[in-house]
């Protein structure tokens, strides 16, 4: 499993991240909105701390930088 995520696409996956479970946390996302926007935050979180995205895989993207081709 290589890195697909760069360094400013992790910093904002966790920015995301925080604001996702202060959204959940607070109340002020609830309901099926809530459990989403959980849901989203906890994958934000998991791909920045992994530096790996599937998604990103899956259309074949990468964020690393323009030198880093997906496939070597």
Same mark, same amino acid.
């Given at each position: #499993?290589?890195?697909?995520?760069?360094?400013?696409?992790?910093?904002?996956?966790?920015?995301?991240?925080?604001?996702?479970?202060?959204? =959940?946390? !607070?109340?002020?996302? !609830?309901?099926?909105?809530?459990?989403?926007?959980?849901?989203?935050?906890? =994958?934000?979180?998991?791909?920045?701390?992994?530096? =790996?995205?599937?998604?990103?895989? #899956?259309?074949?993207? !990468?964020?690393?930088?323009?030198?880093?081709?997906?496939?070597?």
């Amino acid at each position: #499993m290589d890195t697909n995520v760069g360094i400013i696409d992790q910093r904002l996956r966790i920015a995301g991240a925080f604001i996702g479970t202060f959204l =959940y946390v !607070s109340g002020i996302a !609830s309901g099926l909105t809530g459990t989403a926007v959980g849901l989203i935050a906890i =994958y934000c979180f998991i791909t920045a701390l992994t530096r =790996y995205c599937p998604a990103l895989e #899956m259309i074949g993207l !990468s964020t690393l930088g323009r030198f880093h081709r997906i496939g070597r």
